[in-house]
């Protein structure tokens, strides 16, 4: 789980540059996913929750919500919002592959291919079991991965760049398809107080998995798979699909 600590410098930024994200569609649809199955939940966990944008938008609608993320500076930041807005929101800096809560929970969602950051089937796994374990008999867990059309054929090896005022992104793409492993090299440049840009740099990691292996192991974790969706749909996954959702219970 070390890549997740790439999130350091990033972590200031990263609103800035996720802006054009439709956070409250994506609320929508696991409110959707909900209702399909019959779960009407209480209380939630967001398992690598980042800033906060999908814990903050649950908490303002009466959920009870905890969030996890092993980026210290990524939780401090989602403490400022939640305080902000005065929401009780409990927050956990823990390895998603060995996190414990005191409380059962109703649903647990790891949104923004969180799951891909899990580069060795052996954590994957152990963060499935993890996740059992923190949830009540008949519980959901959703969660999003990028697939490895996605990595080869749009990010494949391709150069990115977004600029604000006071913010500059830089980030390069390496897929190599024998390792099946998706590198991010990341260049910030942040406007300083005195007017200069300071630089840093963060390499992230990203495996892709075969959806049928994923069910594998969610099966040997003791979850049982309810749904495969294309992205942010209930249409069924395609060999051209670039996100899959995947849906599945503690019986």
Known sequence: MAQMEAYEGLAQIYDIFMD?????????????IWN?????????????????????????????MTGIDLSEEMLAMADQ?????????????????EFSLPEEQDAIISLMDCMNYLTE????????????????????????????????????????????????????????EEEQINEYAVNLFQKEMDG??????????????????????????????LALYDGYTFDAPTDQSERIFFVATKK
């Open 20 to 32: 054009e994200i439709d956070y409250d569609q994506w609320v929508s649809y696991l409110e959707e």
């Open 36 to 64: 399909k199955f019959g779960v009407q939940p209480e209380r939630i966990t967001d398992l690598g929750c980042g800033t906060g944008s999908v814990l903050i938008r649950l908490a303002k609608k009466g959920y009870t």
């Open 81 to 97: 919002k939640c305080q902000s807005e005065e929401l009780p929101v409990a927050l956990y800096g823990m390895d998603m592959c």
């Open 121 to 176: 089937e052996v954590d994957l796994s152990a963060a499935f079991t993890a996740c059992k374990e923190n949830l009540r008999q008949g519980g959901l867990l959703i969660f999003d991965m990028n697939t490895e059309y996605r990595f080869r054929e749009v990010y494949g090896q391709n150069t990115y760049a977004s600029t604000t005022e006071d913010a500059v992104y830089i980030w390069e793409n390496y897929y190599d």
């Open 196 to 225: 200069r840009y300071s630089r840093s740099e963060e390499f992230h990691y990203e495996k892709a998995y075969a959806p049928e292996r994923v069910v594998h192991l969610l099966n040997e974790a003791g979850l049982t798979l």
